[in-house]
């Protein structure tokens, strides 16, 4: 853990493309002004991150960025999760409250305590997570703007075995979970998902993680904003937890290139 770093980065990409790549879940890093709320030992902590983190995907986009005809927009959380978590709702309205996993995480994958009780996360979402927020509205908008629409890519990754925090752990682990929302997410970007993917292993849909990340302002209002989520198992490309990627890091990139190309038609 280091000094601040930049909270998060956005990569251009080509003027006609609609596409933006959501990387924010990739990160370790947690600022040194963070940590203290953290009561975890440091051996712990980076045994969580291990867990926690998805590993690589910064990785994967950035090799599909580079495969593609069109180059897309990248989006890039350079901060851990454990720090805030951008994809959550940051109200009552978050399901993952219910193990101590809102935009502020207080509990750990093995439901331990990550921070104390009482822990007040208001700081952490002024300072992190409202910037994020409103940064990633700019970068829709301006898609938006410049293309007439916007399609949000969200770049995952999951264990191969369910972790204890898990929901829905109970469903299929196919090697790439599609994530779908019944509003923002058309039939023409799932099938080109499922052919992109198609020689990456089975494709399934919305298990173990379901849903979609499309910025509040725009979330079941306008439909030119497009939004799927790719989570891949971490076996397909990695060495479980939080090892170095493996060959097929590779093949997945050109899958993911493949649909970034797919949805800029």
């Not at 300072?127 to 994020?132: C, I, L, V």
């Not at 997410?185 to 849903?211: I, K, Q, V």
Request: some cysteine.
């Amino acid at each position: 853990m280091t000094d601040v770093p930049p909270s998060f980065e956005f990569l251009p990409g080509a003027a006609d493309s609609p596409v933006i790549l959501h990387v924010p879940h990739s990160a370790r890093e947690i600022p040194a002004e963070v940590r203290p709320g953290i009561v975890l030992g440091d051996a712990e902590l980076e045994r969580e991150l291990d867990h926690i983190t998805d590993a690589h995907t910064a990785e994967i986009a950035e090799a599909a960025a580079a495969a593609a005809g069109i180059t897309p927009w990248r989006f890039v959380n350079r901060l851990s999760r454990l720090v805030v978590d951008p994809e959550r709702f940051p109200d009552e309205r978050e399901e993952m409250l219910a193990v101590g996993m809102g935009a502020v995480y207080t509990r750990t994958t093995h439901k331990d305590v990550l921070r104390p009780d009482g822990f007040n996360p208001e700081p952490l979402i002024a300072r992190y997570f409202a910037p994020y927020a409103q940064a990633m509205t700019e970068a829709v908008a301006d898609r938006l703007a410049a293309t007439g629409r916007a399609v949000i890519i969200d770049v995952h990754s999951y264990p191969s075995a369910p972790l204890p925090y898990e929901l829905h752990g109970e469903g299929p682990r196919p090697a790439v979970c599609l994530g779908t929302d019944s509003f923002h997410t058309p039939p023409a970007l799932l099938t080109a998902a499922r052919e992109a993917f198609a020689a990456c292993g089975e494709t399934g849909l919305d298990s173990p993680f379901a849903g979609t990340y499309v910025p509040l302002e725009f979330y079941g209002k306008r439909a030119e904003v497009s939004a799927l989520m790719v989570e891949i198992r971490r076996d397909t490309y990695m060495t479980e937890p939080g090892g170095p990627a493996g060959r097929g890091l590779s093949r997945l990139a050109g899958a993911l290139g493949a649909l970034v190309d797919a949805a800029s038609r």
